[in-house]
């Protein structure tokens, strides 16, 4: 199977990985693409402007997760260890689940909390940051789409992986941001 991403969708990982130049071998990552995209084709579906918006999305993610998965690997205290853009990736891969913690991450990388924690200590950060950081961002950007209207400050929150509206407000107020309405607010401007 083949899919077609443009490489501005991947502008990202450009640094660290390159357009792959042979087929890239079967992983977790990629078999999870390939059921999705083999869903996509054999079960028909009514497809709407949001929906095909969001597969869109989830596609370009998914292709973007198997190629740094299939990118090089770091080593770290002479231990063989994912690399940062690995963890990073499946940061922005998991980030609605609101189950999805530092935990599961260390799991998913297949790796103890604390070589996770020295992971991102490297670059000054820590592992929960950057998933509270994720899950801003991307509610951030639900809260500034004129389409999201409709939805209330709970349900962004959720869709933003946290467990409710207190828990957003608390995000950004940690990321030395206004709140949720407010920027929702000045976004309709």
Not at 57 to 67: A, D, H, R
Not at 139 to 167: M, V
Request: hydrophobic share 45%; glycine share 8%.
């Amino acid at each position: 199977m083949i899919a077609w991403v443009p490489w501005a969708e991947l502008v990202e990982i450009e640094s660290g990985v390159g357009a792959p130049r042979e087929v890239i071998p079967a992983s977790a990552l990629g078999r999870g693409l390939r059921a999705f995209l083999d869903s996509l084709l054999t079960q028909p579906s009514e497809p709407t402007l949001y929906t095909d918006y969001l597969v869109e999305q989830l596609i370009s993610e998914m292709v973007f997760g198997v190629l740094v998965e299939a990118g090089p690997r770091t080593t770290i205290a002479g231990i063989e260890a994912p690399g940062i853009a690995r963890a990073r990736t499946l940061i922005l891969i998991r980030r609605t689940e609101p189950e999805f913690g530092v935990a599961a991450l260390a799991q998913d990388l297949h790796m103890s909390v604390r070589n996770l924690q020295r992971l991102f200590a490297v670059d000054g950060s820590t592992p929960a940051d950057e998933l509270r950081r994720a899950r801003v961002d991307l509610a951030q950007d639900l809260l500034a789409n004129a389409g999201n209207a409709p939805l209330g400050i709970g349900e962004i929150a959720q869709l933003s992986g946290f467990r409710d509206a207190a828990a957003l407000r608390r995000a950004f107020a940690w990321a030395g941001l206004t709140t949720p309405r407010e920027l929702r607010r000045v976004s309709r401007r």
